[in-house]
RNA sequence: GGGGGUAUAGCUCAGCUGGAUAGAGCAACGGCCUUCUAAGCCGUAGGUCGAGGGUUCGAGUCCUUCUGCCCCCGCCA
């Protein structure tokens, strides 16, 4: 519809331009909003406002001679000229309703598009390591990653999602030591407690279960506990996979699924670390200082160079990551977007200059990265700290088992991943039926009771026949409905495009609202066929966006509440 | 000190890549259930968009300075 509109308009500058009234040498872009008044028509262009100045005209005049050279169009009912010189296009009702049409037809394929052509992306979240449960900000980057997901499969690429973890570095080495402390029967309180150990109770669960021999089945990996406190290999073993398969749980209650694991070891076992250290250095960009090994990163806009091997041997996590996104570049993924937490800020350029540094046919700014800001999280009035080694943490699970799935991802992917968060535990639980995501859920439940009832009635709704009545749909409410649906494939464009999928969440929110607006005004199962065929097809149009919608935020549509 | 983010109603947040009179939820106040689900609707009240400068027809939105808050700045990950 933009485009046709904005077609139009290119031809009448044309027109304008050969009969001399416009300098020819200007080609602008035209741009076309929605509007947001109702009495400023559909849609607006500030064409005449941005030539103006070069045209050396007022804007309302040239606005004039714009409309008066504008082609006829059968979906343009009216032009006007507004405020300082917009030109208001008041869309043919028809045009209007053909939305509904197009939404009964494509079902849930409405809002969907072939943009990403079939180019596979890959999307890594969580990416937790294996040293305890998930917490809330581990689940905004589940919730917004998954969301980003759905949203690039909607638009037609060929996504896999990934999650990374070290299984194998110092963090995990301080794991095993704090299972095996209390598998000894220590606490973290007893002098001869880890320095760096795990403090959290949990610990002590997988102590018990690595004692009793328990098996665990994670979804990459799978051990028996061997029962000795003095096998720290076994222990480690052990408490990783019991680790993985708790945020196995978490993640499945979360709704949220990976295509694969991928291990930092593996890129030791495969030599790929090697490689890559190797190729930096035969590519001239690494010096050796205090013992240490450098990449000149600066070379590639970082702030100071980076160690990737240390004095003592071994290397920073620095290098497996930059070996990790070639292996990801060698997957033949020319898209890559990274969703972390923003206190991994800094890891970006690295990763990035490292990359450079390669030498190879990467882009500089490849991958993407959508980093979200912290989770806040407050209970009883007062922020509580997170820390995994105090072990004084809210984890996911706690919020999916209290507030519930729906709700707990609606509330971390509803708001911008550059917007800091508060999760307000006691809000959150004690008003739980306040929470934005059933009244979203309440339109859904409403539209599909009004078939139900239908049914009741002994009526009966057969879409082909609503369609030839969608004239009867006139009211302001419904212009107001009809015009926020036709909106809905360009925000989900919107936010795939741009790794925002908190604009799927502010959109449901108007469509809920201007249908609720609607329900309460207007009655469907009207006695009069031709009017009640109308509106049942407006409010199960309606009813698929949101579902469609839901969809893409993870959340569940329920038929009844 | 350097880098990134952020600042919008009492609170939590939107604001569609610069548009017309800045929006919603919660909290407050007043109405609406004999009628398709009241987890809803309608109305009232609430704002110098952190502060100053700049860019232009036009700024919450872009640039700049300052201030506050959050996060990073390790040969930890």
Redesign the pocket.
């Given at each position: 519809m933009k485009e046709q509109l904005s077609q139009l308009i290119q031809q009448a500058l044309d027109t304008l331009v050969a009969a001399g009234e416009l300098p020819g040498d200007s080609r602008p872009e035209i741009?076309i909003?929605?509007?947001?008044?109702p009495?400023?028509?559909d849609l607006?262009s500030?064409i005449a406002?941005?030539l103006?100045?070069s045209a050396g005209k007022k804007?309302r005049d040239l606005a004039a001679m714009i409309c008066a050279a504008l082609p006829e169009a059968p979906f343009i009912s009216k032009t006007?000229i507004?405020?300082?010189?917009?030109?208001?296009f008041f869309l043919s009702s028809g045009s209007s309703q053909a939305v509904v049409q197009r939404i009964l037809e494509q079902g849930g394929q409405y809002g969907c598009s072939d943009a990403g052509g079939g180019r596979r992306v890959q999307v890594e979240f969580v990416s937790a390591?294996p040293t305890g449960p998930l917490h809330v900000g581990h689940g905004r980057g589940a919730a917004v990653g998954d969301s980003i997901c759905r949203l690039l499969a909607a638009t037609g690429w060929s996504v896999a999602s990934e999650f990374y973890y070290?299984d194998a570095?110092?963090?995990i080495s301080n794991l095993a030591l704090s299972v095996q402390a209390r598998c000894r029967g220590l606490g973290p309180e007893d002098p001869e407690w880890p320095e760096d150990g795990y403090r959290g109770d949990y610990i002590q669960d997988v102590a018990s279960a690595y004692l009793a021999g328990e098996r665990i089945d994670a979804e990459d990996r799978h051990v028996a506990g061997l029962g000795d406190p003095d096998d720290l290999d076994a222990i480690r073993e052990f408490a990783v996979a019991y680790l993985r398969r708790e945020q196995d749980l978490d993640l499945k209650a979360f709704a949220v699924h990976f295509d694969q694991y991928f291990l930092?070891s593996s890129l030791y076992d495969s030599g790929e670390v090697e490689a890559t250290v190797a190729r930096l250095i035969a590519n001239g960009h690494t010096y050796e200082?205090?013992?240490?090994l450098?990449l000149r990163t600066t070379a590639f806009g970082d702030?100071?160079d980076?160690?990737m091997r240390?004095?003592?041997g071994?290397?920073?996590?620095?290098l497996?990551d930059v070996a990790y996104h070639f292996n990801k570049w060698q997957r033949g993924f020319e898209r890559v977007i990274n969703e972390q937490?923003?206190?991994?800020?800094?890891?970006v350029?690295r990763v990035r200059a490292g990359l450079q540094a390669l030498e190879t046919a990467i882009p500089e700014g490849w991958p993407d990265y959508v980093?979200h800001?912290?989770v806040?999280v407050m209970r009883d009035g007062s922020e509580v700290k997170l820390s995994k080694r105090a072990g004084s943490y809210v984890t996911l699970r706690d919020l999916i088992d209290e507030v519930g799935c729906d709700a707990t991802r609606y509330f971390l992917v509803?708001?911008?991943?550059?917007?800091?968060?508060?999760f307000?535990i006691d809000?959150a639980m004690s008003?739980?039926?306040?929470?934005?995501v059933?009244?979203i859920?309440?339109?859904h439940?409403?539209a599909?009771?009004?078939q139900?009832?239908?049914a009741e009635q002994g009526w009966d709704w057969v879409p082909q026949r609503s369609l030839a009545a969608l004239e009867r749909l006139q009211e302001d409410h419904e212009k107001a409905l009809l015009k926020r649906l036709d909106?809905y494939p360009?925000?989900v464009a919107?936010a795939a495009?741009?790794s925002?999928p908190?604009?799927i969440a502010?959109y449901l929110?108007e469509l809920?609202?201007e249908f609720?607006?609607?329900?309460?005004?207007?009655?469907?199962?009207?006695e009069e066929q031709e009017l009640r065929d109308a509106?049942l097809a407006l409010g199960e149009a309606v009813r698929q966006v949101i579902a469609n919608g839901l969809q893409l935020l993870g959340v569940s549509a329920?038929?009844?509440?």
């Open positions: 741009n909003d929605r509007t947001r008044d009495s400023h028509g607006a500030n406002l941005t103006a100045r804007p006007e507004a405020g300082p010189g917009f030109i208001n390591n070290n570095g110092a963090q930092e200082q205090d013992g240490a450098w702030d100071k980076r160690v240390k004095r003592e071994g290397y920073t996590y620095f497996p937490g923003a206190d991994h800020h800094s890891t350029t980093l800001q912290m806040t509803a708001r911008a991943p550059s917007s800091q968060l508060t307000d809000l008003q739980s039926n306040d929470n934005p059933y009244y859920q309440y339109a439940a409403r599909c009771s009004m139900r009832k239908l909106q360009e925000v919107g495009a741009a925002e908190h604009t502010n929110r809920a609202g609720h607006s609607w329900y309460n005004a207007h009655k469907v199962l009207v509106r329920p038929e009844t509440m």
